[in-house]
């Protein structure tokens, strides 16, 4: 059974930095893509990033290029996300998710999920 389990939430100022990390479980995860995603009060979740567990290529959502970084560690079956100048807009509940094949920015796509966890950016 594939399990995702986020970590690293918490309250930061605005233009801080916060480090998420996801521990994946449950399988193998070659030829999979692990995504982070977002969901703000009130709105849709939304996809942030994306890795290939296979060669590492990354995908961006345009809002976070240059700001954040996805990484893995395959040694650990774990994803990373490096947000850095963050913003009050940044503001989520962020979730890690894995899927097969390829890339994809719609959470529908995904198959597992995490439980999510809670960054708030003060302003």
């Known amino acids: 059974q594939v399990q995702m389990v986020e970590s690293g939430g918490g309250l930061v100022q605005a233009g801080g930095s916060l480090r998420l990390s996801c521990a994946a479980s449950?399988?193998?995860?070659?030829?999979?893509?692990m995504g982070w995603f977002r969901q703000a009060p009130g709105k849709e979740r939304e996809f942030v990033a994306a890795?290939?567990?296979?060669?590492?290529?990354?995908y961006y959502t345009d809002s976070v290029k240059g700001r954040f970084t996805i990484s893995r560690d395959n040694t650990k079956n774990a994803v990373y996300l490096q947000m850095n100048s963050l913003n009050p807009e940044d503001t989520a509940v962020y979730y890690c998710?894995?899927?097969?094949?390829?890339?994809?920015?719609?959470?529908?796509?995904?198959?597992?999920w995490g439980q999510g966890t809670q960054v708030p950016v003060s302003s």
């Open positions: 998710a894995t899927r097969y094949g390829s890339a994809s920015y719609d959470p529908s796509g995904y198959s597992y």
């Open positions: 449950g399988r193998t995860f070659n030829g999979y893509i």
């Open positions: 890795i290939r567990w296979s060669g590492g290529s990354t």
